[in-house]
């Protein structure tokens, strides 16, 4: 068995072998060490307790005007003494008021959005949900649903002084169907737990995300998260089979069917779906999960074009066909960060893209062909320059964290701008080379990554702090620039605080105004997750 990144003699012994994390360059230098490859980094909350919601991590005043700005406080009521006692008798113990314990909740992890809530609720039963609802849309209580805390838009922290509620004690795994692959869970599940639990019974989850260490199942569904297994399973709104949800009035709406197939009326769980908790607090999941793959190969190659990384995809899609599981792809901006900040070494050599191949499926014969099949095209048509090839769970997971860091890497270059758009394949990358030129040296860095697969980018721009007229440079520049294109301004990390004045970018007036129209009718008050995902004003 070849050791890590040494070199092969030739293109085909090292397909033939399929050696774990075997470079497959003619000409590929001496390779050297990889470090340290953990998980997903997720900084920890910042300790300064008392900030106010406006406030940046960076401390910079945020109340210049911005469509992203926080809109002033609706009218909703304040906690009193008498709601603490009654959350308190419904949920002993698990109702926290302690400002230190509070601090996490209230701010999200990139430390750019930060609230004043007063307390934490924690309920384990879908029926302490109803309970808390009710009382609280009784009260003209504003809520702030709270999965893992992991969004990217401010749609999971309070404002102002919303109620959090928490989902995070709602971990139960329900029932499992080792025979159908369904699995009912409630919604505070964390994704990697289900992952292992699944894998120990032979399946997988239909999705992966880089958070899935924090993130929950409940929280997946409500944002609609794609990730990197969008590719080959599809989202959510296919992988979802039923869904529980409280409303906002405390009704219970049932929906948590495990049929494959059910055309009896309307199919309500896609309204909850995406809607970032401001229909309904999801409380329980079922969701269709595949058999686990016997064979699972990653490659990670490298570009010299974005036109030569699309024809790679190309003559992926076409020659690995039904083994094809992921395509992503990072840029050499990205694998400078990657070499600065984390000291990932590069596992080829240097190029101006990179990309990460997955395959998985029954039988590695038949996949190892298949890839070398792929391969040798590829290096024979000069698509690709260079490239290293892993099949061992260890070095699958060092390549795989090339591109899984990046969101790490960038929190060590300064203040982040993150963008996810989702784009025509062929203009993908167009975008953050136009970005790059409106800014010219106004930004420290201007990086793209993404899911090539699904034609989604993750643009993302440093400065050395939080800087305004850095910002106004990038808004509405990015939004109009994708608008022109016919893309969305978010292709799976949501609207949340940070993009809801934007929605007319991508949905027409009377699409938005429906949106308002249902909300109206499912939560009067506007208590749910109020400030996120419609705009201020309605057309």
Known sequence: MMGFFQRTPSLRTALRHLSPYSTFSPAAPTRRPTGDLCSLFCPAASRQFGVCCRKLHSGADASEPSPAAAPKRLPFSTITGEDLA??????????????????????????????????LLRPQTTEEVSQILKYCNGRNLAVNPQGGNTGLVGGGVPV????????????????FDSISGILTCQAGCVLENLSIYLEERDYIMP???????????????????????LLRYGSLHGTVLGLEVVLADGRVLDCLATLRKDNTGYDLKQLFIGSE???????????????????VNVV?????????????????????????????????????????HLKLPNPISDCSFYIVIETSGSNATHDAEKLHNFLEEAMASSLVTDGTIATEDSKIKALWSMRERVTEALTHDGFTYKYDVSLPVERIYQLVTDMREHLGHRAKSVVGYGHVGDGNLHLNITSPAKDPALLAAIEPFVYQWTASCQ??????????????????????????????????????????????TLPDNLK
């Open 86 to 119: 009654f959350f308190g008798k419904v949920l002993p113990g698990r109702a926290i008021t302690d400002p230190d314990l509070l601090e996490s909740s209230n701010v999200d992890w990139l430390k750019s959005v930060r609230g004043s809530s007063e307390v």
């Open 160 to 175: 102002y002084d919303e109620v959090i509620l928490s989902t995070a004690l709602m971990n139960r795994i329900l029932t």
């Open 207 to 229: 999705l992966d995300l880089g958070a899935k260490g924090s993130c929950h199942i409940g929280g997946n569904v409500a944002t609609n998260a794609g990730g990197l297994r």
């Open 277 to 295: 908790g401001t229909l309904g607090v999801i409380t329980a999941v079922s969701i269709l999960c595949p058999r686990q793959p016997k064979s």
């Open 300 to 340: 990670f190659l490298g570009c010299e074009t974005f036109d030569q990384l699309l024809r790679t995809f190309q003559l992926c899609r076409g020659m690995l066909g039904e083994i094809l599981s992921a395509f992503e792809f990072l840029d050499s901006e990205c694998m400078r960060l990657l070499n600065t």
């Open 487 to 532: 893309g969305s301004i978010s292709a799976e990390h949501g609207l949340g605080l940070k993009k809801r004045n934007y929605i007319y970018y991508s949905k027409p007036t009377q699409a938005v105004a429906l949106m308002g129209d249902i909300k109206a009718m499912l939560d009067p008050k506007g208590i749910l997750n109020p400030y996120k």
